[in-house]
Structure formats: structure tokens, C-alpha cells
């Protein structure tokens, strides 16, 4: 059973900065690609940054620059550094797993098989 756990979310101000985790219990990780999404209120889950197990990364443009995603592949852990935050990053964010060979794309749900319960951010201006 695998199961992705995040944790680090809470209350930030405007220009303040987040660092969330993402635990992995399963034996798959340092092959396997990590993403990160978010759902706003009222909104569907849009992508914001994924990792492929070779380091390289992708970001949304709204988060380029001010987001940094890493990972520790032998604390089977994913990481997402938010800095310099504004009200509309608040939403909930989930972190996701793709183990496939050859995944859809992973800017998309559909690239993803796991997905954790999402941690709470929001920012106030």
C-alpha cells in the first residue's frame, strides 16, 4: 500500500515563504517522478511543479522563480520551497507520484498514480 503524506502547510503573509513535505511510504521513489498541484475554492486541480528521477523540473509560469521543488531520495521525501507568496497561491496542495516507464504528461492528473490527502496553504495579504 502506498501511501504519500504531506505536511507543512499553514498560514503565511503576503511575501512569506512555506516549505512543504511530501513522505512516501512505498518502495518505489528515487525512479519515480513527483509532482505537486493545487485546488483553489471553487476551482479545479491545476499542476504546479513536477521532478523526474533524473532532477530534471517543470513549473507552472505563475510559480517560476518563486517555487522550488527537490527531493531526497533516500528519505523517500519531495520537497516544494515556496518563497515570496501572494494571496493566490492559497489553495490545497497535493503531492503525487508517477511510477509508469512512459507516464502521460506530467502536467496533467492523468500522469500521476498516487496522490496524497493535500496539506492547507493560505497566504493573507
Known amino acids: 500500500q502506498v501511501q504519500l503524506v504531506e505536511s507543512g502547510g499553514g498560514l503565511a503573509q503576503a511575501g512569506g515563504s512555506l516549505r512543504l513535505s511530501c513522505v512516501v511510504s512505498?518502495?518505489?521513489?528515487?525512479?519515480?517522478?513527483m509532482g505537486w498541484f493545487r485546488q483553489a475554492p471553487g476551482k479545479g486541480r491545476e499542476f504546479v511543479s513536477y521532478?523526474?528521477?533524473?532532477?530534471?523540473?517543470n513549473y507552472r509560469n505563475s510559480v517560476r522563480g518563486r517555487f522550488t521543488i527537490s527531493r531526497d531520495n533516500a528519505k523517500k521525501t519531495a520537497y516544494l520551497q515556496m518563497d515570496n507568496l501572494v494571496p493566490e497561491d492559497t489553495a490545497v496542495y497535493y503531492c503525487a507520484q508517477s511510477v509508469r516507464a512512459a507516464p502521460p504528461s506530467l502536467a496533467t492528473n492523468a500522469g500521476y498514480d498516487y496522490w496524497g490527502q493535500g496539506t492547507q496553504v493560505t497566504v493573507s495579504s
Open positions: 512505498g518502495r518505489i521513489f528515487s525512479n519515480s517522478a
Open positions: 521532478i523526474r528521477s533524473n532532477g530534471w523540473t
